[in-house]
């Protein structure tokens, strides 16, 4: 079983920070690419960040130059470091990754965690 549990939402105000964690954990083999995302209420779930194995990243233009996503491969972790928060940004953020589980010869999945709330108030 593998499981993706991320941490940090919360609610801040407008150019305030706050820092996502999202731990991958269980049967896992290895991981591939890692993502967050986001689904404002009555919108539909938008990418926000992605990172791939050896460091590479891409962004939505919305969160370009506010929004920094990295990993830590030793933890199985990805985090999302965002600064000047705006009112728009307020969504649940699901962490997402590519994983193959134990003992490798099987089909890399796609995982999603429970997601956290990020509040963003004026």
């Known amino acids: 079983q593998v499981q993706l549990v991320e941490s940090g939402g919360g609610l801040v105000q407008t150019g305030g920070s706050l820092r996502l964690s999202c731990a991958a954990s269980?049967?896992?083999?290895?991981?591939?690419?890692m993502a967050w995302y986001r689904q404002a209420p009555g919108k539909q779930r938008e990418l926000v960040a992605r990172?791939?194995?050896?460091?590479?990243?891409n962004y939505a233009d919305s969160v370009k130059g506010r929004f920094t996503i990295s990993r830590d491969n030793a933890k199985n972790t990805v985090y999302l470091q965002m600064n000047s928060l705006k009112a728009e940004d307020t969504a649940v953020f699901y962490c997402?990754?590519?994983?193959?589980?134990?003992?490798?010869?099987?089909?890399?999945?796609?995982?999603w965690g429970q997601g956290t709330q990020v509040t963003v108030s004026s």
């Open positions: 990172i791939t194995t050896d460091g590479g990243t």
């Open positions: 997402n990754a590519i994983i193959t589980p134990r003992p490798g010869t099987q089909v890399p999945r796609i995982y």
């Open positions: 269980g049967n896992i083999f290895s991981i591939n690419t």
